[in-house]
Structures are given as structure tokens and as C-alpha cells.
């Protein structure tokens, strides 16, 4: 079955620090990975994706995720935390194209990251 | 942003009441979700739509229903408001599989 793990509920960095949001899977055969983003009393914001190519992905708001396929992670990165980067961050996968329902995403619980000054 | 937005915002509503929640998107979504967000729990899809009429069940559907009869519009409806029903719901869409969903600002829904 497919499955999303964020083993953290919490992280906390120094402002300024890089930060490291974990995220792993299971999925069946090659995963579509999403990473999202929820400021609170806001809806989710979408931050990147991996789909196929450079295992190394770039996004919004200087973020980067990093896929590894025998590690089967998807960790969120960025080199240098600002305190405006606390946020709640959701890591979602979905079944590629022609595996089983590929229509919805499956959600993993959430990370708080708290930036401090 | 995409042009997705819920209503009502917040809604206080008896037990046994029905209530329905809208959401109206104005990219010509094909996709459209109902997700719910409790404390614990993240996200928990409870109807997603895969176009005009076309419906089905996510993973905490019981005590819901949903409605598109516009590729605009995703109505969803809890027949009889109860109390474990208090919670944040967030409507999504987006217009394939492989790109990324637009989520509106939520509902804050409490049954009293």
C-alpha cells in the first residue's frame, strides 16, 4: 500500500542555519513527490515537485528537495532558515501514470518547522 | 494564486443539521478535492471529483456527500452535522495528475 512517512512532528533550526525536513515512501514503482507548504490560518501552497530527471528539484521560496530512490526520501531542504519559513510542511506522493489511482495524492502527517531568531 | 475560494469561512451549526460547503475555482480545473485537517490526522481526503458529474469516494467519506454539476463548482454536503464533524475543511483542484493542486483557504466548521 501506499504510504507517506514525516518522522518528525517537529523541527527546530536557527534562523540563518540550513534546515532539513524529512520525508519518506512507499510506493509502487516510480513516485510523483510533492512538497506543500500551510502558513497558518492559510491554505496548503504548493512548493515542488519531482516527477522524473535530476533527482536534485528546485522550488519556491528557495527551497530544494532531494530525491533518492534507494533511500526512497524526498527530504526538503533550504541552505539558510528564515524565521518566516515557520511554517506547517506536508510531503504528498502519488502513483505514476498507469499504476493504480493515480487521481489522488496520499499525504503525509506534517512537519511544524519553527525558525528561531 | 489560482482562483479557488471556499465558503462560507467559518460556520457554527447544530448536531443532526445538514450543512453544505462550497467551492468555486476559476482556472478550468479538471480535479477538485475535499480534504479535511484535524490535529494528528493531516490531511484526509473525503471526496475528490474527476469531472462534471463524475465522483468518488477518499478515505473519510462517511457522513458526506458531494455534488458537481459545474467544472466550476464542488459542493460538499454532511447529511447530519455531528460533532466529529468539527474540523477544517479544504477544497482543492487542479487540472491533471501530474500538476500541482491549488488549495482554498478552508472552512472552519463547528458543531455544537
Known amino acids: 500500500a501506499q504510504s507517506v512517512a514525516q518522522p518528525e512532528d517537529q523541527v527546530n533550526v536557527a534562523e540563518g542555519n540550513p534546515l532539513t525536513v524529512k520525508c519518506t515512501y512507499s510506493v509502487s514503482g516510480n513516485p510523483y513527490l510533492f512538497w506543500y507548504v500551510q502558513y497558518p490560518n492559510r491554505g496548503l501552497q504548493f512548493l515542488l515537485k519531482y516527477i522524473t530527471g535530476d533527482n536534485l528539484v528546485k522550488g519556491s521560496y528557495g527551497f530544494e528537495a532531494e530525491f533518492n530512490k534507494s533511500q526512497t526520501s524526498f527530504h526538503l531542504k533550504k541552505p539558510s532558515a528564515l524565521v518566516s519559513d515557520s511554517a506547517l510542511y506536508f510531503c504528498a506522493v502519488r502513483d505514476p501514470p498507469n499504476a493504480g489511482n493515480n487521481r489522488k495524492l496520499i499525504w503525509g502527517l506534517g512537519t511544524s518547522l519553527a525558525v528561531n531568531p | 494564486d489560482a482562483g479557488i475560494t471556499q465558503s462560507p469561512r467559518h460556520k457554527v451549526t447544530e448536531t443532526g443539521t445538514p450543512v453544505t460547503l462550497r467551492c468555486h475555482q476559476t482556472?478550468?480545473?479538471?480535479?477538485m478535492y475535499w480534504y479535511r485537517q484535524d490535529p494528528g490526522h493531516g490531511l484526509r481526503l473525503i471526496h475528490y471529483s474527476y469531472g462534471v458529474k463524475d465522483t468518488d469516494k477518499g478515505e473519510v467519506s462517511d457522513g458526506y456527500s458531494v455534488s458537481r454539476s459545474k467544472t466550476e463548482d464542488f459542493l460538499l454536503t454532511l447529511e447530519s452535522a455531528t460533532s466529529s464533524q468539527t474540523s477544517v475543511y479544504f477544497c482543492?483542484?487542479?487540472?491533471?495528475?501530474?500538476?500541482?493542486?491549488?488549495f482554498g483557504q478552508g472552512t472552519r466548521l463547528t458543531v455544537v
Open positions: 482543492a483542484s487542479k487540472q491533471d495528475p501530474n500538476t500541482e493542486a491549488f
Open positions: 482556472e478550468n480545473h479538471r480535479y
